[in-house]
C-alpha cells in the first residue's frame, strides 16, 4: 500500500514540476505603450521579444474602432506596410541589431481621425521550445500617439525627429 501512496505523491510532484516549467518558458512579448507617427500617416508599434528562445506562428493586427449612434462599434483592420512576420528572433544581449525588437509599420488611411476613435493593436505568439502561447492586446487612444521614431533595442522610447526646413 505505501508503494501506491508513494507513486502518486510522486506523480503529483511530477506534474507540478512540469506545470511550473511550462510556466517559465512561455512567450514574454512587450509591446509598446505609445504610437510613434512619422509625417501624418505613417505609425509604427513596436514589439520586443523578451524570450531566450524564437516565437513561431507570429499573427498580428492593427484595427481603428469606433462606435457608431447605436452603440455599435465599427471596427476596420489597418494592413501592415510589409508582408506579414512569422517568427521573432530570441532575445540577447549580444545582438547588436536587437532582431528581437520588430517595428510594425502601418499607413494610416486618410479617412481616419484619430480624434473619433482609437486603435488596438494585437499579437499571439507561439513559444518555440515549449510551444506554449502568449497573446497580448493594447488600445491606443489619440493622446497614446506620438511624432517621432522608436529607440533602437529593448527600448519603448520615442525620440523626437527634427524637422527638416524646406
Known amino acids: 500500500m505505501s508503494e501506491i501512496i508513494t507513486g502518486v505523491i510522486s506523480g503529483l510532484v511530477a506534474s507540478a514540476v512540469f506545470y511550473i516549467f511550462l510556466l517559465l518558458v512561455r512567450p514574454k512579448i512587450r509591446v509598446s505603450e505609445k504610437v510613434a507617427i512619422e509625417g501624418e500617416t505613417l505609425i509604427r508599434i513596436k514589439v520586443v521579444n523578451r524570450t531566450r528562445c524564437i516565437l513561431t506562428n507570429v499573427k498580428y493586427a492593427l484595427s481603428f474602432c469606433r462606435r457608431s449612434g447605436e452603440g ?40 481616419i481621425r484619430m480624434s473619433e476613435g482609437w486603435l488596438e493593436f494585437s ?25 517621432g521614431i ?17
Not at 78 to 98: F, G, R
Not at 123 to 147: P, W
Not at 153 to 161: Q, W
Open 150 to 166: 522608436f529607440e533602437t533595442g529593448p527600448s519603448m522610447k520615442i525620440l523626437a525627429v527634427p524637422r527638416q526646413n524646406s
Open 123 to 147: 499579437i499571439h505568439a507561439n513559444h518555440g521550445f515549449s510551444n506554449t502561447s502568449a497573446c497580448v492586446k493594447k488600445r491606443y487612444e489619440s493622446t497614446d500617439v506620438m511624432s
Open 72 to 111: 455599435v462599434c465599427i471596427v476596420e483592420e489597418i494592413q501592415p506596410l510589409k508582408t506579414p512576420l512569422e517568427v521573432m528572433s530570441k532575445y540577447s544581449c549580444w545582438d547588436k541589431n536587437a532582431e528581437y525588437a520588430i517595428r510594425f509599420s502601418y499607413k494610416i488611411p486618410s479617412h
